[in-house]
């Protein structure tokens, strides 16, 4: 069985991505929709492959205070140096709202950062996504994805 792991903190997007990935894996990833509890997920279990959005709020929906706490343009960043500290290697699937974004304080396209997160994070980023909502471009291109990597994983 593949362990997927979604990090999302929009509901309606999350919703659209779960589409996507239940069509493909039959199946629901485990979820996490902050920072904080991206971190923990990742420190904890091992999985085939990661969705990350990179603009995440420090804590989610479920924090004990109620409170999101800041959303982080750089949330994303956040769980790939937790990735690395833990000494994790997985599969990553970037798709976010935006089209650039900062790592180590410079800024960065999304399409430049597969490469930039692969040497300075040491993932095999799969795709990176720019998400549009309701698009269906956009969910094919993420369900594209997918096959590619059940089919890696599978091996």
Do not use: W
């Not at 109620?66 to 994790?88: P, S």
């Not at 900062?102 to 795709?127: C, H, M, P, T, W």
């Amino acid at each position: 069985m593949n362990k997927l792991l979604l990090v999302e903190d929009e509901i309606h997007k999350r919703d659209e991505i779960n589409g996507c990935v239940k069509e493909v894996f039959d199946s629901l990833p485990d979820m996490a929709d902050s920072v904080s509890s991206a971190v923990l997920k990742v420190k904890s279990q091992n999985y085939d492959l990661i969705i990350l959005d990179m603009a995440l709020s420090t804590f989610g929906e479920s924090a004990a205070d109620n409170k999101k706490g800041h959303d982080q343009a750089q949330g994303g960043i956040e769980v790939l140096r937790a990735l690395k500290a833990y000494k994790k290697y997985t599969k990553i699937l970037i798709v976010t709202q935006y089209p650039d974004f900062f790592i180590g304080g410079a800024k960065v396209k999304l399409k430049s950062s597969i490469n930039i997160i692969r040497e300075k994070y040491s993932q095999d980023v799969v795709g990176a996504i720019l998400y549009t909502y309701k698009s269906k471009q956009t969910l094919q291109k993420i369900t594209s994805i997918l096959r590619s990597v059940r089919e890696d994983i599978a091996d």
